[in-house]
């Protein structure tokens, strides 16, 4: 096969053109094709006939035994292309968009010959019925005006909470759970698991799938609550997989992901452009880009101060279930911490401190103290309002659609640590100001972009400077990796 010319597209150009936009992948004919979208026209699924196409002669092929991964840049995951009103003004990012191709939610017109997925034209079956999708990207469920309650899970008592990650699955692969890490886990409640267990527990649940999936579409696999341990070990479950075409995997990373060795092509977007080309191509282009990220702020060991968390002998336990046993732990003014292995509690630890999980209520007084009084006495609002907080469940659940909800709107509810906005003082708004210039957000009318619009990065800043704003004297920052900076 000849090699592929790395091809550039200028997006920025195109976001007044209602709906056009050039080719987006060359031209190829291959005798075997996994994917197949021709020169093709395509629409939001269920528009009529009559309707103005969301994208224009697109094509893209992918053969068989090629690895494709769609990954974007660095500060916001992924270029942004508004597609006039086609889409009620959303935001849809390359990615996504080539997600919804897969997933069959666009209509291409004309239709493929043989289909979206040529090659499983002779199973007699719905393709559709043969693509397992796990999504790792965080899931805005707040997707209504509506707060989404993500403290829930910790007061869960039903009968159906008690089920296990075994029964969840119905058949087990005993040797596949244990490449993931997830045997010793089988015989679990799926409300016990964490969330980086919970997450690999999802690929698992995907492989197990009657019937088996031929094709694996993975969006942000490498950075939703995996460790260093668990990264490579899930990298070279997925080569394995991939060369058995049992199934075939497509991924969509984020642009500080590594792209693994065994990729074979990639579609990057980087400064408005989309450029598609063979691995060897496109990661020595990039490479020198690469940054070494510093060490951060490693504080002034002279300026600790007073506990502000202290913890004694606290137990936590889901039914027979133990979570946390004996954990002590104290927290001064002025230290930062914490680092600790994926399923070792953290998420319900941190729970416990900002008062969303239940049990945090029901704890001994010498056992949780937090700014020099027991939990138990304190307000849980008057808790909150003293600790900032991002966290994936916090970013699921925030409120998106509150008719005006400007950023600085968004931001200001850090003041209060609610999920609705007020009227701003002018030392608010000059905090808020602060925070904009301190992470190049910009200024002005940048401030007044609706919240709901913004691309899926630009929100998870916009949370970052809310959990700052109100300079809460306890700083909680729970698996920000995953929140696509």
Known sequence: MRRATPLALNLLSLRNLRGHILPLFPTRRFSSLVVNVPRSNIYRFGDGQRAVPALRDVQWSVEEGESWV???NQRNDIVEVTISKLFAQNMYSINRYILKILLGHTRITPSPSGGLYPFLVASGRDPHDLIAHVSFAPQRLASGGAFYDFTARYGAVREE???TLRESLGTVDESLAETLDLKRLLDLPL???SNGQTRRARILQALMR???PEVLVLTEPLIAGLDVEHRPRLLKLLH???IKRAPRVIMTLRGQDPVPDWA?????AENGKIIVGERSQMVSKHSKRDHKPNDGYKG???????PIVEIVGLNIAYHERKILTNVNWTIREGERCIYAVKGSGKTTLLAMITGDHPQSYSQPASSLRLFSKPRRSIPTTTLQRRIGLISPEQYNAFPRRIPGLSVRDAISTGFDSTYAFRTRTTGEEARIDELIRAFNFGVGKDGEKEFALLGAGEQALVLLMRALVSKAPLLILDEVGPLRW
């Open 70 to 72: 769609i990954t974007g």
């Open 161 to 163: 909470d008690r089920m």
């Open 191 to 193: 409300v016990a698991l």
């Open 210 to 212: 009657n019937p088996a």
């Open 240 to 242: 394995d997989l991939h």
């Open 264 to 268: 074979t092509h990639i579609i990057r």
């Open 300 to 306: 002034d060991p002279h300026k600790i101060g007073k």
